[in-house]
């Protein structure tokens, strides 16, 4: 089987070796790509690749990141001809996580402390639904992933409260890690089910 998931903006694919590539950029508008990225056929692929989008209200607690996860497996299994399916996914944020990282970043304007803590719970919840769903071991890699990326963004949030302004582009950065996060959940799960998988990116800016 091979599979990708491509983050709301940003783009993941999934084929062995399994390998994260760090995002440093995260960009809202899939719909400013003209093409998405078109990731190497799979030897035993009979067909092109299958695309599903995964809305943050799909993916709100971790039986329905499971449920999706799940249907993407099905549809990846060899047929009776040995063939694949080779199948993406794009990814939003979890459910009402973008919104709470819009508050973060809102946040550091007035109370930087009060900042910090919203960030802190969304990287835990986030940090728990995978534990729920992957086990303690791979919640303490992931974990320990997206717990740094926490706590980079909180540089990024303090400067914030320094300037007192919010440009786009911070704004843009700190809301994506909600679609990386998630897309991290979405295949820790998936290594649980032996399945070779790989986040990569694709740029969203405009050609």
């Known amino acids: 089987m091979a599979l990708s998931v ?3 903006a940003t783009a993941a694919l999934l084929s062995p070796p399994a390998r994260h590539a760090r995002v440093t950029e995260a ?14 056929l799979p030897k035993n692929a009979a067909v092109s690749w299958a ?25 990846s299994r060899k047929d009776e001809a040995g ?15 973008t919104d709470r990282l819009i508050k973060v ?3 550091a304007l007035t109370d930087i402390e009060e900042s910090e803590r919203l960030l802190q719970a969304v ?14 071991e791979i919640a303490e890699e992931v974990g320990a992933q997206i717990r740094k990326d926490a706590a980079d963004l909180f540089g990024v949030v303090r400067a914030v409260s320094m300037l007192r302004n919010v440009p786009g582009s911070t704004m843009e950065l700190v809301t994506g890690y909600g679609e990386i996060w998630s897309a991290m959940t979405m295949q820790a799960y998936l290594r649980t ?4 998988s790989e986040i990569g990116r694709a740029s969203c800016r405009e050609r």
Do not use: N, W
Request: with cysteine.
């Open 123 to 136: 990287a835990e919840e986030q940090v728990e639904a995978v534990r729920v769903l992957a086990g303690d």
């Open 27 to 40: 960009r809202m508008a899939v719909a400013s790509l003209q093409k998405l990225p078109s990731p190497q």
């Open 193 to 196: 089910q032996d399945l070779p």
């Open 51 to 75: 695309l599903h989008k995964f809305g943050g209200a799909s993916l709100a607690t971790p039986e329905l990141y499971k449920l999706c996860s799940d249907l993407l497996i099905d549809e």
């Open 83 to 97: 063939s694949c399916v080779p199948t993406m996914a794009i990814v939003s944020a979890r459910g009402g996580v």
């Open 105 to 107: 970043v809102e946040a």
């Open 6 to 8: 491509l983050l709301g």
